[in-house]
């Protein structure tokens, strides 16, 4: 507290360019210490951690369509509901942060901003903002990483079209219940 007290009186900046200041360093002296949060910037790091939340609900599904093992269709559905409960709690976490900041004061415009500059896209960026999760939808890079996936540790040709087969129909039924969803 001494050592901030003094760079108050010398009008001494932090390393983050806020001015110390000598009313904030006596409330510290009696226990309050005074602090500001840069919004923004908070929000680009949770933009971050909520991609990779997303990324790990689709790892969920993505596992179990595509494992070379013989796997149910009820392990199938099981491993979508986790899949979309967890993507839906990102979803529902950065939803009412926005709110949140927007009470706050924040512009939607500087939330939309730091949304972005964390590699979220416009598409959710839109979502999160309106306070809606947009539907999943399977895409073809999706069912095509799984096949590779499991393609990649077959041993025989019998083997791959057992898979290629076996990959069809979680296909069919993974659409099913997106569709559903």
């Known amino acids: 507290n ?3 007290m003094a760079k108050a009186v010398l009008g001494s900046k932090s390393r983050s360019g806020k001015e110390y200041e000598v ?3 006596m ?3 009696i226990g309050f210490r005074v602090s500001t949060a840069n919004m923004n910037q908070s929000l680009i790091y949770k ?6 939340s997303k990324k ?11 494992t070379r093992e013989n796997i149910s269709d009820g392990d199938i559905e099981s491993a979508f509901s986790s899949s979309m409960r967890a993507r839906d709690e990102a979803y529902r976490k950065m939803i009412k942060l926005s709110k949140s900041m927007i009470s706050f ?12 500059g964390s590699g979220v896209t416009m598409k959710d960026t839109m979502s999160i903002i309106r306070g809606a999760i947009p539907k999943w939808k399977m895409s073809r890079q999706f069912i095509k990483s799984s096949a590779d996936r499991a393609m990649a540790s077959s041993v025989g040709s019998l083997e791959r079209l057992k898979i290629r087969q076996s990959m069809v129909k979680r296909k069919r039924l993974i659409n099913r219940l997106a569709n559903k969803y």
Do not use: T
Request: charged content about 30%.
């Open 2 to 4: 001494i050592e901030r």
């Open 47 to 52: 933009g971050y951690s909520f991609m990779d």
């Open 56 to 66: 790990d609900a689709q790892r969920i599904l993505s596992s179990a369509a595509g």
């Open 23 to 25: 009313s904030d360093e």
């Open 27 to 29: 409330a510290a002296f």
């Open 105 to 116: 004061g924040v512009s939607r415009q500087d939330i939309v901003k730091s949304l972005r």
